[in-house]
């Protein structure tokens, strides 16, 4: 049976792509990072995690992504996933200097053996849709910030994941690139329909991006708030400039001051005008 046709074998698209139970993890230091998360992320979905660094954020990705491992409680993926796979977008951009922006594109490709026609085809197809095409014999040391982690979600997309998670991507960038970054992020996430939990810093790129945004607790880190984001996507950048705006991102920050003491809530947004 063909890959194309696995991808709706024995899958229930009204099932959440990643379900998180009851997760708690205890490094082998004692240091007590997660207690008691429970989430869950619907297909084309894109939900955003806050909170205080050290609460857990990344772990939970690491968790979800098979790179560490829950103390307690369960992770669960959609089945689809073995065949369509994830995509996992890093702090850094994690690119090989010795290799040109095609080759780094090209490298997931290689290491599951795609044949090399067909990742060079799939390589300018996604070069194309991140704004690159025009910097595929580039290295990376000729890149701006902004263009190596285009070249990072490139390369993920190449594997056409159906789930991304995204490691605060975007907060070592200036505000313009970042800004800029959000906006290409929102236009991939609709054009490719995969599923995002992203990891942020930033109150306004989580408001801006999501809908909804998950509060974490200091470590050890829990939900204790969920935030609905009424905007439809495709979302106009100018959406920033409204006073909705402004409210939901003060709802979001209000949320992180009390979450040290605060137990779980979740804010019903008003409509936007």
């Known amino acids: 049976m063909a890959a194309e046709d696995l991808k709706n074998v024995g899958v229930d698209k009204t099932q959440p792509i990643l379900e998180f139970k009851e997760v708690s993890k205890t490094f082998s230091d004692g240091t007590h990072t997660l207690d008691n998360v429970s989430l ?10 806050v909170g205080p660094s050290g609460c857990g954020k990344s772990t939970l990705l690491r968790i979800a992504s098979n790179l560490d491992t829950a103390t307690t409680g369960s992770v669960k993926l959609s089945k689809d996933l073995e065949v369509e796979g994830m995509g996992y977008i890093f702090q850094d951009a994690t ?26 085809k799939k390589a300018n197809e996604v070069l194309e849709l991140v704004g690159l095409n025009g910097f595929s014999q580039h290295y990376p040391a000729a890149l701006s910030g902004g263009m190596k982690m285009r070249v990072s979600i490139a390369r993920a997309l190449t594997m056409e994941p159906k789930l991304f998670m995204f490691d605060e991507p975007f907060g070592a960038l200036d505000q313009i690139t970042r800004e800029r970054l959000n906006e290409e992020t929102l236009r991939l996430f609709k054009l490719q329909e995969f599923a995002g939990l992203f990891v942020t810093h930033s109150v306004n790129e989580a408001v801006f991006l999501s809908s909804r945004v998950l509060v974490m607790s200091e ?13 439809e996507y495709p979302r106009n950048p100018e959406i920033r400039y409204l006073p909705e705006f402004a409210e939901l991102a003060a709802t979001v920050s209000e949320a992180l001051r009390n979450s040290s003491n605060q137990s779980f809530e979740s804010v019903a947004p008003k409509e936007p005008r």
């Open 40 to 49: 869950s992320l619907g297909r084309a979905e894109f939900v955003s995690l």
């Open 95 to 120: 690119l090989m200097p010795w290799r040109n922006v095609r080759a780094n594109v090209e490298l997931l490709g290689e290491l599951y053996k795609v044949p090399k026609e067909q990742r060079r």
């Open 219 to 231: 470590r050890p880190g829990r939900i204790v708030a969920e935030i609905k984001i009424p905007f």
